[in-house]
């Protein structure tokens, strides 16, 4: 008999393991920004960091970020957890901090496209970014240099689903000693956990899967604890205080949160963690319904191509389907007619047309009209965004609904 407890049991607990006030059931919202002592020595104590859970001052944390923080940790299986306040802060907070002037940073070609931006703002500072197509390591591999300091990728990309040779990376980075960051805000770890695979780090949009609701921004910097921060360059001499396993979080979150400041509120804290109690459901339900879909639109004729990574069709099919529990809510697919995008688009009545993806109701978007024009035809053209291209962020409606709804739009 397996005596670990699941996940949703360990979510839905999770708040009373550090201290029940007042006897309630979920974490309060703390709102005090200020914390204040009797004795002096306590309010040193927070400052020297002698005083274990101590607070002085929001920005740093409050108690309801920390119980947050400590969930995630939980749910990655990891030894620590940094929150900020949007995805974005967490993945600029983590570059800023851990990387320097002449350092190298290996990414996938597939990433969000704030982060891709984000990249281009990287080399500005002076550091050298490769972009690789991670899904065949040779890539990564071939890409490595004496001062690369990371490997970044997603672990399904959007809006094209690829997926990268996850555990071959990991392993790649082992032997090299190079730090393997993850953002793993599309699945979650309800669908795959990537220190299984060797990551050092794992990010998340807390906005999209682990709120799942569309009523709150957080990110989140999750160690894993299988990174040896004793042999990073960039630690500084002030964070390289006892155990190794902490210094590469205690930096972020000096450096990256309290210096730089995109901290968490405390009320997004509380909806994001109260989000995450239905993760594990709401994955279940939002997969079924997207394979479900997928198979549907794969079979239609106005259909050229579906992008979904538990159809057998997918390139990265077999990866997927050694890794994840199963595919999430996140898909896209290519009209044969590229002209038509538009009037289908407008002829769903149930998914809005709005972009943001992971919110309990199902979202479309145009891809090449939107989220890509700015990077232009040639770009779209290299990262195989077809004209045609729709995403669909899969909500909770019922999955019948939602296929008639595709079938009556699709149909002409
Ligand atoms: C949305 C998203 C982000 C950014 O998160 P925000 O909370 O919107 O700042 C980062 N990575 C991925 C994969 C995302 O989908």
Partial sequence: MNNEPGLTTEIVHSDREFGVEHGGLHKPIHTSVQYGFDKVEDLIGVFQGTLKGGFNYARQGTPTTAALEAKLTMMEQGVGTVSFATGMAAITALFLTLLRAGDHIVSSRYVFGNTNSLLG???????AVSKVDACV????AQALRPE???????????PGTQIPDLDAIGRLCREKGVLFVVDNTI???????PKDVGAGLVVHSLTKTIAGHGNALGGAVIDTGLFDWSRYPNINEAYRKGDAKQWGLTQIRKKGLRDMGGSLSSQHAHLIGAGAETLVLRLAQTSATAMALARFLEGHPAVARVHYPMLQSHPQHALAQKHFKAGSWLMAFELRNADACLEVLNRLKLPVKATGMGDSRTLVIPVAHTIFWEAGAAARAEMGIADGLIRVSVGLEDSADLIADFAQALAD
């Fill in 121 to 127: 703002t990287l080399g500005d500072l002076g550091i």
């Fill in 148 to 158: 690369t300091r990371m490997v970044f990728v997603e672990t399904v990309a959007n």
């Fill in 137 to 140: 390591v040779r890539h990564v």
């Fill in 187 to 193: 699945l979650s770890p309800a669908l795959f956990r």
